[in-house]
């Protein structure tokens, strides 16, 4: 899959797959199943290293983790790697090093939060020949500024700034938006307004493609959000294997 996939999935009108990856040996497996992308997400920092929020990740992080994955997916999905919490927000330049670093690691794109202040950046790491993918709505490197995980773009004004980031994205040159925690009815309107493809995350079912953590809906992370559908209960299965193998240890 690469970027010229994203547009003939919006153009056809199917849903694709998008899910996060922060290890090898999980790489492998995604390799070898129907997800259509991966995302190498700076969730890591809550996932893979216990932190309580994204903004812990660094670029060192990012990198390592960006390799692994890449050496368990080969070339058979496309990888977009989250650049983290101000890796972009200092000047074009350094950001676009850091974009760099993320693509000679293994990444196929990179992924930025918001928009605001930082448009030249977006423009410039495109016009640089690095695919951009934005990420709107709940922006979790901004979780101190908006002093919790909630739901935004609930009342009018907040609506139309989102569609508004959305289109000023779009015109940068992105080649798709994540959309995280917003109401259904704002992300199906997005996603029919622009023409890039737009991924959802706790936004209901309207848009062109979803994305998961991976250890949330395969039930490995303790209390994942609420919008998430468990397909496993890998944690229980896990504990239980761990037990069995010690009872069979003692008992000899």
Not at 61 to 70: I, L, N, P
Not at 134 to 148: A, D, E, N, S
């Amino acid at each position: 899959m690469n970027i010229n996939d994203f547009y003939n999935f919006k153009k056809g009108k199917e849903r694709f797959s998008m899910i996060t990856c922060y290890d090898y040996t999980f790489a492998r497996i995604i390799a070898e199943a129907d997800i259509d992308c991966v995302l190498v997400g700076d969730s890591l920092a809550m996932v893979m290293y216990g932190y309580g929020s994204t903004i812990k990740a660094t670029m060192d992080m990012m990198k390592m983790h960006t390799r692994a994955v890449k050496n368990g997916i080969k070339n058979k999905k496309m990888i977009i790697a989250d650049m983290p919490f101000m890796s972009f927000r200092t000047d074009k330049y350094t950001a676009a090093k850091n974009a760099s670093e993320l693509v000679m690691a293994g990444a196929d794109a990179v992924k930025l939060e918001g928009v605001d202040g930082h448009e030249d950046v977006v423009e410039y790491i495109i016009k640089s020949g690095i695919p951009v993918m934005g990420h709107l709505g709940l922006t979790p490197q901004y979780i101190k500024l908006f002093g919790g995980y909630s739901i935004r773009g609930r009342d009018k004004k907040a609506a139309q700034k989102i569609m508004n980031d959305a289109l000023r994205l779009e015109r940068l040159g992105c080649f798709s938006i994540v959309i995280e925690c917003v109401p259904e009815i704002l992300a199906s309107e997005i996603t029919k307004k622009i023409k890039i493809p737009t991924i959802g995350i706790g936004s209901g079912r309207e848009t062109d493609g979803q994305v998961l953590v991976l250890q949330d809906m395969l039930g490995l992370f303790p209390d994942p959000p609420s919008f998430v559908k468990q397909y496993l209960n890998l944690s229980n299965d896990v504990k239980l294997a761990l037990n069995r193998y010690t009872k069979e240890i003692k008992g000899r």
